[in-house]
């Protein structure tokens, strides 16, 4: 927390904050909510976690906390960012190697084929096999 770093320097907090903004021209809250995003973002690309680890490990105590906080940083919902990126993810293994669907799907990070076709084709108005027979031309 901000009063535990601005007590390990002899700071008080509002002198701490004071002269973080005066230097990166964010309040040391903005900036620890802009690294906790970064993070997150980061933990979705890696793997296959829950929005409850997701959010545990950016130090929320509440799913809905971190949801507000990452939509207000990144314009888009939680679910929305998640199925973005699991997509691309899916596009570049459909492209790079010769994985049947189901196991793109799973690789993805998708508990069913069914919910991985209907997503991948909202997200890109194409199928899978589509896309990859697209994609060899």
């Not at 901000?2 to 903004?21: G, R």
């Not at 809250?29 to 296959?48: N, P, S």
């Not at 998708?110 to 108005?125: A, D, E, G, I, Q």
Request: with cysteine; glycine share 4%; net charge positive.
């Amino acid at each position: 927390s901000v009063k535990q770093i601005a007590e390990k320097f002899s700071y008080t907090s509002n002198y701490l904050s004071h002269l973080f903004k005066k230097y990166t021209g964010l309040s040391l809250k903005e900036y620890m909510i802009t690294v906790k995003m970064q993070k997150a973002k980061d933990l979705i690309r890696e793997g296959k976690l829950s929005l409850n680890e997701v959010a545990q490990l950016c130090g929320y105590d509440s799913v809905p906390s971190f949801c507000r906080m990452f939509k207000l940083k990144t314009k888009k919902p939680f679910v929305e960012y998640l199925n973005e990126i699991r997509v691309s993810n899916a596009c570049k293994l459909l492209i790079e190697t010769d994985m049947g669907m189901s196991e793109i799907a799973y690789e993805c990070g998708y508990k069913t084929v069914s919910n991985f076709n209907k997503l991948f084709k909202k997200l890109t108005t194409t199928t899978p096999k589509e896309y990859r027979k697209n994609a060899g031309n």
